[in-house]
């Protein structure tokens, strides 16, 4: 276990560095004017605009600065207890990620304190939602299982169909409509006042999808289940019906929904990009997009980062929760297709 | 040979021998005469006395094969089961007449999708008997604009399937069936999977352009993910069945296994996937174009949207329109993609 | 061993079930399947009477409905299916106006069901104790420590040891043959008046199976159980049965005590059943087989259903269905044959064989092997061969320094159990798997590893393979044409198109099937149509050896004896070699010159047929030898178990040699165990 756990970090950690390594080469392709804000741009002269580029390192070779990039990765620095950067060894050490400097869209600010706050808004709208989804999903996905082909099948069905079916933007909009005009919710997430009342709506458009999805899966995964012979000796033996379902099928139809638990978890922090834009949340959704139309390099590396690191944690926490969960998985080293 | 003598003995043996080399005169060669279902006995009838009732019979060696004979066919049955399904078929219908209607539609209409704009006398004018749909933004005339956005999206939404298909499949099936590529292809598949496709969209579209084209190549650049994994996965279901073991056996090319062996296998998934792909691409157009990822100088579904969204409340009909369209167009693939499945299975083949 | 379990008095049984009432009594019982829109039925009024402590056996072929049939004792029909005439009284009650909720009284609590296949059977996500326990809890209304208590006891009674450690494990822990003892452990934890038992040692090997039959043989002893058992094997009904039902397109033709059925049947199906027996069959000569299939149930039967295959049909069979006739008090047959105005005819000379106590056939010396030939000719040899899968710790060896020689014109079969390396070696030649180390030679030439294109193909064309599963080794979606002449179209084998249809018609015909058959897709035929169909596609490559992977394994038995006697009479004719892989040492008796016995990759024996079957001497082939079933129930009853416990070879100090015991007997073994076999044979 130990041993696998160990090589599958190794892996993990050498995925993450080749997406970063290909994302950082990337960027140094791009003009060397994205370096400046658009104000230096402007003032800067062409001797100055030279100066900035060798401090920052820009004008070495691509490679030697990929190599630079990842020594000075890990930042470790003495802070007093106010939390100043000093050197005269009376504080304690700090270590901390250095992704270097926002450019343009958050100004001078270090990429890892915007990606800190723009996360947490995120993860807020995003647990609740996973939450919310995945009680009801699982619960209504169980209904339509155990009565299959009834009432409850249909409607659920129909269900699913119709989200998938309508466009989300066309689903959002009515929902926000519907939210502002009947229970007067807000229609802007703020910051502010009313935050919570703000992420009512979010959250709700959120759930619509996801519920749906799990509401599938599941049904799907019960109704799989209820096919294997294993259900025909459990009946034999005397069980009725709904013993069965709760005693055999519920718990064997969760461990292909469970490996993708940790996964949805991780990546909450990425936010939504639709609905973030449509309720103007300042959360990670919109970041990347916003980044990368700035050319706020540093930012779009950071960002790429973050979201690579949870894919791939999620998937590995995933694995392991598996093989916690149904003995006949046998950790070994390769990695699968999921 | 040593057996020779032995012959012999087969010959007088009285208990039922078979004689596995068919008489030459019970053969009918003729395979196109109709047979009759039931067997009949012309030299037994019911009106025979009762001495000849306890006699033996004629032997017919041909009626002792034939019995086990149904006339199943696997996509007749599938057809059979589709068919059954009601909601699909109609919504087929409905769906292939709103296609041919786009047609007709900017034909019949009043005004051409080249209309000038007149943003300040005819901006957003509530349907009418001169503009069906109403007015855009710029004083056009809508309907022509939701009949074209129509058309435009649904090729591009084929086209675009149409090549994520085409590259799920090749790639899935070199994948499955040629070990050695399989750690390749599953780590670029992880690769490529471990980020959210809209970070690679983003890239492109910002990197190379936000052009119809680019995009659309870039949507079957990363499209074809979930068909390639879900044709390898059945590649390996199918790849060691004795039956392509037997061709190996007889010295079959691999092209030839892939293509006769295994493909015919795999159209129901195609198809399947096919009709997941459609509405699948028309939202995520939708997505890039609310998001400002694609620049599309015609008119597509997903630029109406996206564009009716913030005059929403003042013109309901601008998003009204494209919305139901969009629906429609949804529900029809879901369904008969489902039904298909459905039909497909040969479980369901009752 | 217990010899109490053994004993068998089928007369003092038969009085003892002519004085009972019987305990469970189906009537006239339809049962019919909506399929595609059609009306399938599969049990055809069908009537049966079961007697307290009993054990009936009811044999068929599949889709003869036997499982079906007892599948309405338990209320369990697939969805599409149902009881649509006649009844089932048990306990005073009529089971078949049952609904859901009357069968929670039934089923498990009264009558329980052992299924077929072990492997899929069991919840894998649960351990084993806790699916044993469920049983105990609903049924014996015990809970908690005393129901784990009770867990314990069944798991030890149903001989699995340690049953502490084993109740915490989960199915995949289990092999096959100790899952199918958790499964008759959880229906015997129900304590059901009957079980019934459908096929459960069909998935499992003969020596396994051996042991599985002893042990529902003891519980039902233990507990007073009436047992119906279910399966296609005679041998196994030998073993077990007091009754016999045979069962043929949905209905039961005849039945009887044991011994009145395999010693005086009277119907022509259960003849022929019987007289397909490769056990009975003489070297050489041909099986005397059943022509055709079973009919399809589709369709409506007139008569009896069996007619159309029955050389020694009467008129009235194809007009009307034969009512019952009795043959003694017990034993009854539906059969026009025995009806008074018939005309007297005699049990075929086959069936008399089985009566009487078989005297070993020894080792002919007129026998002509082709290994004994001064003239002989290697045609394919095996060198030193290593098979491994896997790689570092997951390394697994599957086959391991085997070697052997294959003369031209003879009968080479390999026999071994499931998982030991047998279907592996055979790949191996044909090379669909490639070999880790060691050589194949063709007619002396290297084939193994890299070779020329112009080798490739001549290897190709001069070596085929048949294989397992009918049902899987055609492709669905492609004609019998395309098919059978996929080798002519790969190497171009024909002159024009015409030319090849020709040659698919003329393959079509050696193998028994009519040349019309070229335009239908594969499902359209039978398990053995099928095969045949496997056999011409090898067959139109021209080829001269043949690898045999267990063709008839999966067929029915009154289908086994065509194919056996087409490959022989291929053999014959075309002059073949074959390497005939199987597990069933009764039917490779019947068909080969010499045996190589395999266990875990190694083989550990090899001699001609009849001197391996005189003097066995290694533990596993003395073990595997003991556990074939005898179609005799007198014989099968009392023959002696061997277990083959690996753990005896004490290789540590003295290692193990392949050594020629006697001439053409090879065996494996270090110099103290070689000692011991050349003392039993008095050396």
Known sequence: MVKYILKRTGQSILTILLVVSIVFLLMRLMPSDYFFTEDELIKFTEEQKEDKLRRLGLLDPPLVQLGNFYMNLIKVEQVNDAGKVVTDGTGHLRVSLNLGESMRLEKGQPVTKVIAQKMGISMNIGLISLAISLVLGVVLGVLQANFKDGLIDQIGTAYTVIVNAVPHLVIYTVIMIAGASWFKLPMRYSGRMNTELSMVLPIICLSVGSTAGYMLWTRRYMVDELNKDYIRLAKLKGLSNTQVMFRHVLRNAFVPLAQYLPYSILLTVGGSLLVETFFSVPGMGPELTKAISRYDLNLVQGIVLLYATMGIIGVFLGDILMTLIDPRIKLTGKGDVR | MPNNDRQKTVQEMEAPVVNLTVDEKSIDTNPKKERPMGREYPHARRDMPEKQLFEFAEYHAQDAERTGYSNYSYWKSVWANFIKNKPAVIMTIVFLALFIFTFVASAIGKYDINMKPDPINRAYLPPSAEYWFGTDGIGRDYWAQVWYATRASILLAVLVSLGQIAVGVVIGLIWGYVRKLDRFFTELYNLIDNIPTIIYMTLIALMIGKSLLTMGIAMIAFGWLATARNVRNLVFMYRDREYNLASRCLGTKLSRILFRNIFPYLISVIILRMALAIPGTIAYETTLTYLGLMDITKPSLGMLLSSARAIFPRASYTLLFPAIIVSIITITFYLVGNAFSDACDPRNHV | ?????????????????????????????????????????????????????????????????????????????????????????????????????????????????????????????????????????????????????????????????????????????????????????????????????????????????????????????????????????????????????????????????????????????????????????????????????????????????????????????????????????????????????????????????????????????????????????????????????????????????????????????????????????????????????????????????????????????????????????????????????????????????????????????????????????????????????????????????????????????????????????????????????????????????????????????????????????????????????????????????????????????????????????????????????RKELNL
């Open chain 3, 1 to 677: 061993m217990n010899t109490d379990i053994h004993s068998v008095d089928f007369d003092a049984r038969a009085k003892q079930i002519l004085s009972q009432k019987p305990l469970l009594s189906a009537e006239e019982v339809e049962v019919t399947f909506m399929l595609r829109g059609k009306k399938l039925t599969a049990i055809r009024r069908a009537s049966l009477d079961l007697y307290e402590g009993e054990t009936l056996a009811i044999v068929g072929e599949s889709g003869s409905g036997k499982s079906v049939f007892t599948k309405t004792f338990v209320g369990m029909l697939d969805k599409n299916g149902s009881i649509t005439h006649g009844s089932i009284h048990y306990n005073g009650e009529d089971l078949a106006k049952f609904q859901e909720k009357d069968w929670l009284r039934i089923r498990g609590k009264k009558i329980a069901m052992v299924t077929q296949d072990p492997m899929t059977s069991l919840n894998p996500l649960k351990t084993v104790g806790k699916q044993i326990q469920e049983s105990v809890e609903l049924h014996q209304g015990l809970k908690g420590s005393a129901a784990k208590e009770e867990t314990y006891r069944i798991l030890e009674s149903v001989g699995i040891h340690d049953p502490k450690r084993r109740y915490k494990q989960y199915p995949h822990e289990f092999s096959g043959g100790m899952r199918q003892r958790v499964v008759i452990a959880i229906a015997v934890a129900c304590n059901p008046q009957i079980l019934i038992c459908d096929e459960p040692t069909t998935a499992l090997d003969v020596t396994i199976q051996a042991q599985i039959l002893d042990l529902i043989r003891r519980l039902q002893k233990e507990r007073g159980m009436t047992i119906i058992y279910i399966t296609h094997d005679l041998g196994v009904v030998a073993n077990v049965a007091d009754r016999v039902a045979v069962m043929y397109a949905g209905q039961i033709i005849e039945i009887g005590m044991a011994n009145e059925v395999f010693f005086d049947p009277w119907h022509p199906y259960t003849w022929a059943l019987l007289s397909a027996l490769p056990q009975l069959g003489v070297k050489g000569e041909k099986l005397p087989a059943i022509d055709g299939t079973p009919p399809n149930l589709f369709n409506e039967i007139k008569g009896d259903a069996f007619a159309p295959r029955n050389r020694k049909a009467l008129n009235i069979d194809f007009l009307e269905e034969p009512p019952m006739y009795e043959v003694t008090a017990t034993h009854m047959v539906k059969a026009w044959i025995r009806d008074p105005r018939a005309p007297k005819v005699e049990q075929p000379q086959a069936i008399r064989k089985l009566s009487e106590p078989k005297e070993e056939k020894g080792t002919d010396p007129n026998a002509y092997h082709p290994h004994k030939d001064p003239n002989r000719e290697a045609l394919v040899e095996v060198r030193n061969m290593q098979v491994t899968f896997g790689s570092g710790r997951k390394k697994f060896v599957a086959v391991d320094d085997v070697n052997f020689t294959i003369y031209k014109g003879e009968t080479f079969s390999l026999v071994g159990e499931s998982g030991s390396g047998k279907t592996t070696i055979g790949r191996a030649i044909v090379r669909i798997n490639p070999i880790t180390s060691g050589e194949v030679l063709f007619r002396g030439e290297r084939i193994s590893g890299k070779i020329s294109r112009e080798m490739d193909e001549k290897v190709i064309r001069s070596m085929q393979m048949i294989f397992q599963d009918p049902m899987a080794s055609l492709n669905e979606r492609a004609k019998v044409d395309y098919i059978v002449s996929e080798g002519l179209i790969n190497f171009h084998l024909y002159k024009d198109d015409h030319d090849r249809q020709d040659k698919v018609q003329k393959a079509l015909k050696e193998v028994g099937l009519l040349p019309e058959f070229s335009s239908r897709f594969p499902h359209e035929f039978s398990g053995g149509q099928r095969q045949r169909i496997g056999i011409a596609r090898s067959l139109i490559m021209q080829p001269e050896f043949i690898v045999a992977d267990e063709p008839i394994s999966a067929l029915d038995v009154s289908i086994r004896a065509q194919v056996l006697n087409l490959l022989n009479e291929l053999k014959r004719n075309r002059g073949l070699t074959y390497l005939f892989i199987a597990h069933d040492l009764s039917v490779v008796r019947f068909i080969s010159d010499r045996i190589a016995v395999i266990h875990k990759g190694r083989i550990v024996e090899l001699a001609e047929t009849e001197e391996l079957f005189l003097h066995p001497m290694h533990p596993y082939t003395k073990a595997l030898l003991s556990a074939v079933p005898n179609p005799n129930p007198y014989i099968e009853r009392t023959k002696e178990l061997l277990v083959y416990d690996p753990s005896i070879h004490d290789y540590s100090v003295d290692g193990p040699k392949w050594v020629e015991i006697l001439p053409d007997h090879f065996v494996y073994g270090n110099e103290r165990e070689l000692d011991g076999y």
